[in-house]
């Protein structure tokens, strides 16, 4: 169902939208919809098809393995996804879903946040006619170096990723919890009941009830913990000297 003004609208431009379901029938993403926040179109390019068989591949110039995404139902599909924006409003931002994008991160992830419209293009087979990617694509995302069967896994991880971040749709306890990844350091260790699992306790501090102690704590198992397992994170990052210290004091005991 399409909603009248939401904060932002993706459509999502795929041979497979019953796969949407997981993004658009639960958590976040669902509440978002529900509440009008967000909206989530999804439109078939076999939709677009004239021939009997509704042919939505089509072979390589120059042969090779496997078939491309026929044109004329892909670019059909792209123009209805455009067509269905508010007038007045700035035109949806095409994103083409590929092994050959940019890696998605937060900071991309945060960009596109601002936009009011994506139009998402989850290709199959091994991809789309670069005539039309030249015509039609703002931009390529990549979820990672790693072969998936076609872009929807990457497009549902953009609704997802970028919903959260759009204003007003996480409540503040959980909008807390996202400042994490966004500052740059991984997540510190969690423990819930019992207190002693397995033989192991809950470190004591956790249990101390003084929070100061505690959030240090957490921020130095946070820096320690990213310069441990993702020193690229920690490159980037500027600490503070109160950080510097934290670090430093993790990094003794490794000495
Ligand atoms: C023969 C070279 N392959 C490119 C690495 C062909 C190919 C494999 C898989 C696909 C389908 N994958 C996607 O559409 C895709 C879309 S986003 C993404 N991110 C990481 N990995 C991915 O495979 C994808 C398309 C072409």
Do not use: C
Not at 90 to 119: A, C, T, W
Not at 193 to 216: A, F, K, M, T
Request: net charge negative.
């Amino acid at each position: 169902m399409t909603t009248s003004n939401p904060i932002l609208r993706f459509s999502a431009i795929s041979l497979f939208p019953e796969m949407f379901a997981a993004v658009t029938e639960s958590g976040v993403v669902g509440r978002a919809i529900k509440k009008g926040k967000v909206a989530v179109d999804l439109i078939n390019p076999r939709d677009f098809t004239t021939d009997r068989h509704r042919t939505v591949d089509d072979r390589p110039y120059g042969g090779g393995p496997g078939m491309l995404m026929k044109v004329e139902p892909l670019e059909k599909a792209i123009e209805f996804a455009q067509s269905s924006q508010p007038d007045g409003n700035r035109p949806g931002k095409v994103i083409y879903l590929s092994p050959q994008g940019e890696k998605i991160d937060h900071q991309m992830v945060s960009q596109l946040s601002q936009e009011e419209h994506l139009i998402l293009l989850a290709g199959r087979y091994e991809g789309i006619d670069e005539r039309l990617l030249n015509k039609h694509v703002d931009l390529e995302l990549s979820l990672g170096d790693f072969v998936l069967s076609g872009g929807e896994l990457a497009a549902m991880a953009v609704i997802d990723s970028v919903t959260r971040l759009v204003p007003e749709v996480l409540g503040h306890k959980e909008s807390a919890e996202q400042d994490s990844f966004a500052d740059g350091l991984l997540d510190h260790q969690h423990y819930t009941r019992p207190e002693v699992y397995d033989g192991n306790r809950v470190p004591q501090v956790l249990l101390s009830g003084n929070h100061q102690v505690i959030e240090s704590w957490r921020l130095q198992q946070r820096l320690g913990r990213t310069w441990l397992r993702r020193p690229d994170l920690l490159a980037r990052k500027k600490l503070t000297e109160q950080e510097e210290k934290l670090l430093s004091m993790f990094q003794a005991q490794f000495e």
